[in-house]
């Protein structure tokens, strides 16, 4: 069983992911609504995986991306937005992040991307970040 930790100022988006992470069996430690606690709450959970909004109030996801990768090298992260802009999906990429997923969330490719990235399943079957890091319908 796994531990994720959520970023998302939608509590809609962080029920859907939790739903979706619980059902694979696996725990959700915290769910936060912007990102100013995440080093804090990493630190105290040691997740094995997060999933971070881009657009979050007072905060930029990449900007806390970047600070949480400078702390825990080996983070997994999962980033979300409803923007589909290629800059934002190559910096998140560049910055650390394993996958780049565009809401809405399709739930069937959520779970291939959390299982890829907990090495749980080949990255063979779905492509790596550097090829083709967006997952949406």
Same mark, same amino acid.
């Given at each position: 069983m796994a531990k994720a930790i959520i970023v998302d100022d939608s509590q809609v988006m962080r029920r859907h992911l939790k739903r979706i992470i619980e059902d694979m069996g696996h725990h959700v430690v915290a769910e936060l609504e912007d990102g100013h606690n995440l080093l804090k709450m990493y630190e105290k959970t040691n997740p094995d995986f997060v999933t971070l909004d881009i657009v979050l109030p007072n905060s930029d996801g990449i900007e806390i991306l970047k600070a949480l990768i400078k702390e825990y090298p080996h983070a997994k992260v999962i980033m979300l937005s409803s923007m589909d802009k290629k800059h934002t999906v190559i910096d998140s990429v560049r910055y650390g992040a394993r996958y780049f997923v565009? +809401?809405? *969330?399709? &739930? +069937? +490719?959520?779970?291939?991307? *959390?299982? *890829?990235? %907990?090495? @749980?399943?080949? /990255? +063979?079957?779905?492509?790596?970040?550097? /090829?083709? =890091? &967006? %997952? =949406? @319908?």
């Open positions: 565009i +809401k809405p *969330v399709d &739930t +069937k +490719k959520f779970r291939q991307v *959390v299982r *890829v990235v %907990l090495g @749980e399943a080949s /990255e +063979k079957q779905e492509p790596h970040p550097s /090829e083709s =890091n &967006t %997952l =949406n @319908e």
